[in-house]
């Protein structure tokens, strides 16, 4: 018989070059296809934060919008010593010292005894949360209905014996809006914080009641060390919020407040209101700095005393 060989056709083999050539190709392909995804995202980002920022800066080193000279730091000098700004800046400045402390510490002790077995619990969290559904122009109504002269606060004060107080025109007006920002804002930080409460995980929590660890060593050594991102999340949203507190400190008491709440977006917006753009910038980018190193050094605390959960 005759024997058939087995006959196999030749294997191609491919070229390197042909194989990097594909694979380049495909490369290209995907950085056009995520550019052109992104493309829309970083218009919008130049558009609305970008160019609005180059053109701050801009103002702040020229005279005047019309002539555009150059005077670099100038403005930067007549901002520093206008005694108005002093004024707002350290208002603004005692304001957040004081107002986003307390609203860290009071939401994060209301979320942990709102996260015990608490009779009528879901009332408090309501209770707590019902200023985040009332508009701005309601609470300054509530506030006005307070606190006025011939307001319910008074009343009770001459019920008791005392004397009327004009809380928005004394001594006493920061304290009045600093209560006025916690009653608004505690409520959400409240619930983040008890977000990040039922995120720990349960075996740590037992192993530390096993060692017979104390509840203050549980929250100092265990707790807080998970609450370290929240905290910080927290503490940064307070601060913007206590930044956004003039909305209401204008409803309240007007363009010219009594000296003790005249912050910083007072100053702004009368710089604004007298279309005295190169003081407006100026006093914008300065704020700017001092905000991004005060972020900045919660990111270095919180990464200090995070990387460890972390790991």
């Known amino acids: 018989m005759r024997k058939e060989r087995n006959k196999t056709a030749p294997v191609k083999k491919i070229k390197p070059a042909k194989v990097k050539t594909k694979a380049t190709k495909r490369l290209r392909k995907q950085k056009i296809g995520s550019g052109l995804y992104l493309a829309p995202s970083f218009l919008g980002v130049m558009m609305f934060y970008i160019i609005p920022f180059a053109v701050i800066i801009f103002y702040s080193m020229v005279d005047n919008p019309i002539s555009k000279n150059f005077v670099l730091l100038d403005n930067y000098n007549r901002v520093a010593q206008n005694a108005a700004f002093k004024t707002a800046v350290t208002n603004t400045a005692v304001f957040s010292a004081i107002a986003v402390p307390l609203a860290v510490v009071l939401s994060l002790i209301l979320a942990m005894v ?130 956004k507190v003039f909305r209401e400190i204008y409803l309240l008491t007007g363009d010219h407040p009594y000296d003790s709440i005249y912050m910083l977006q007072h100053f702004m917006n009368n710089a604004f209101a007298s279309l005295d753009y190169q003081r407006l910038s100026a006093a914008a980018i300065m704020m700017s700095l001092v905000m991004i190193v005060i972020i900045g050094t919660l990111f270095l605390v919180e990464n200090h005393f995070g990387k460890d959960v972390e790991g």
Do not use: C
């Open 114 to 243: 709102l996260d015990t077995k608490l009779p009528f619990r879901s009332q408090f969290r309501t209770f707590f949360l019902s200023p985040m559904m009332v508009p701005v122009a309601s609470i300054v109504l509530i506030w006005q209905v307070l606190f006025h002269y011939n307001g319910a606060i008074n009343e009770v004060l001459l019920s008791l014996g005392g004397g009327k107080i004009d809380w928005m025109k004394s001594q006493y007006s920061q304290i009045v809006i600093i209560i006025l920002f916690l009653w608004k804002n505690l409520g959400y930080n409240m619930i983040l914080f008890m977000a990040a409460l039922a995120s720990i995980p349960k075996d740590i929590l037992e192993v530390a009641r096993l060692e017979s660890a104390t509840p203050l060593q549980t929250f100092f050594f265990i707790k807080l060390r998970y609450l370290s991102s929240t905290i910080l999340f927290v503490t940064i949203m307070s601060l913007i919020n206590s930044f």
